[in-house]
């Protein structure tokens, strides 16, 4: 969930939003394809759901951050 969410505000603040979800989406699934090719590791779901949920968090972050201040 960190590392996703990492992904999209490192990357929202200097490409489109849309773009740093998609980035951290494809990291995230290529890293289960890693794992279930390379036998290294477990490739599960519930660790793809989980990068969406830090897509989403990261997502927040930056919607919050782009509020303005004030009254």
Do not use: M, Q, T
């Amino acid at each position: 969930i960190a590392v996703s969410a990492l992904i999209v505000i490192a990357l929202g603040w200097i490409r489109p939003v849309w773009i740093a979800a998609a980035v951290a989406l494809a990291i995230g699934i290529c890293k289960e394809i890693y794992d279930r090719v390379s036998g290294e590791g477990a490739a599960e779901w519930h660790d793809v759901l989980c990068d969406l949920l830090g897509i989403a968090v990261g997502l927040l972050f930056i919607f919050i951050n782009s509020l303005p201040y004030g009254n």
